[in-house]
């Protein structure tokens, strides 16, 4: 299998297949791509094991990962969010929806950074920016942190504030705004007619406060918004990504996109030279993950890029500029070791929220 070079590889998170250990098929991509970062999901965790048993799986793991992709700022990151969004075994606290703990979200980041950091993680995929604004939205509601647009934000911030003290990066998401949509972006592609104007009275608020608060990673979402580009989603829209994201609210910092393995991606990353169009648009790091699709796809997307460079369709000064943007974040993260947490820190952060009571599922 053909390598890339070093700058390929960093705009790229890939999701881990469903295993314990390093599979094959990941052992000869990471190998071969050499991505920023890498995604752990429910099945890279064995549920059935006792902690001490389940925590030295897990070590070995990201071990093999560090050592076939070669990267001393290597990206380790989860979705994290509590509630159904909580990829890991007990004894790991399970908090509920994250509306139900707004006013006490600082001491849940804090402990949900802690843990984190003690399973290797350096990067959650938290938290959400989205306003609650749709009763009917299948696949946000009480994840967001409210209504209240001013609500919501606040209390992301605390959020953020309380994850990145124990050396874990947050990344707030879905720009820009996912809470008003009616269908599941994993499955369909959501479409909103929002003007410009009403997403500047609600949606924008959240990511608005964030970034001035110092947030330093945004990921996508995979949402069209035709009254602000009427061909493309906002993962691969340059009015929005670079428009509105990058000139009007001023944010230089890392902006990825939400999994393109997503079926509304599908009609639009269905050709590798959609990568192309996405850094294009103002974007920096493409997540493809293993449980929506091949994420040997990633492959294909590299050769464009690399393609794209040669023939001058890729701009070499947007090139560098999102080169040092990944550079930044990926040094200031913490290369985390795995360790185990004592009960009484266990006992100590059931006590910063409510916990969640039901099944996990898989992907939301």
Not at 59 to 77: N, P
Not at 182 to 187: G, R, V, Y
Not at 269 to 279: C, D, G, K, Q, S
Request: overall charge negative; some cysteine; proline content about 6%.
């Amino acid at each position: 299998m053909k390598s890339f070079e070093d700058w390929v590889g960093r705009h790229f998170i890939i999701g881990l297949q469903p295993t314990l250990a390093l599979s094959d098929h990941d052992r000869s991509l990471l190998s071969a791509l050499r991505p920023q970062g890498v995604i752990l999901y429910k099945s890279n965790f064995d549920h059935n094991a006792p902690y001490e048993d389940w925590l030295d799986t897990l070590a070995t793991l990201i071990a093999d990962v560090r050592e076939v992709v070669k990267r001393d700022d290597l990206l380790i990151g989860i979705d994290h969010e509590g509630a159904r969004v909580c990829r890991t075994p007990p004894p790991i606290t399970r908090y509920t929806y994250p509306m139900r703990w707004a006013d006490k979200a600082e001491a849940v980041g804090a402990a949900m950074g802690r843990e984190l950091a003690s399973l290797g993680v350096n990067l959650s995929f938290a938290p959400l920016l989205d306003v609650h604004s749709n009763p009917d939205n299948p696949v946000i509601g009480e994840r967001a942190f409210s209504t209240d647009p001013e609500v919501a934000a606040s209390a992301a911030i605390a959020f953020m504030t309380g994850l990145e003290a124990q050396g874990v990066a947050a990344c707030g998401k879905h720009f820009p705004g996912h809470g008003d949509t009616d269908l599941d972006s994993h499955k369909a592609l959501p479409e909103l007619r929002h003007s410009l104007q009403t997403l500047r009275g609600r949606e924008l608020i959240p990511f608005q406060r964030a970034i001035a608060a110092g947030l330093s990673s945004i990921m996508t979402s995979h949402i069209m918004f035709p009254s602000l580009d009427a061909a493309w989603p906002a993962t691969l829209s340059e009015p929005i990504i670079r428009g509105i994201l990058r000139e009007e609210l001023g944010f230089e910092g890392l902006v990825m996109s939400d999994d393109v393995g997503m079926k509304a991606m599908d009609p639009f990353f269905n050709r590798p030279e959609a990568m192309v169009r996405f850094l294009n648009a103002g974007n920096d790091m493409l997540m493809i993950c293993a449980f929506l699709t091949d994420t040997r796809r990633a492959l294909g997307f590299a050769e464009a890029m690399v393609e794209a460079r040669r023939q001058g369709a890729l701009s070499q000064a947007d090139l560098d500029a999102a080169a040092a943007r990944i550079s930044s974040f990926a040094k200031r993260m913490p290369q985390h070791s795995v360790q185990p947490l004592s009960l009484e820190a266990f006992a100590r952060h059931a006590q910063a929220g409510p916990l969640f009571g039901g099944e996990t599922v898989e992907v939301v």
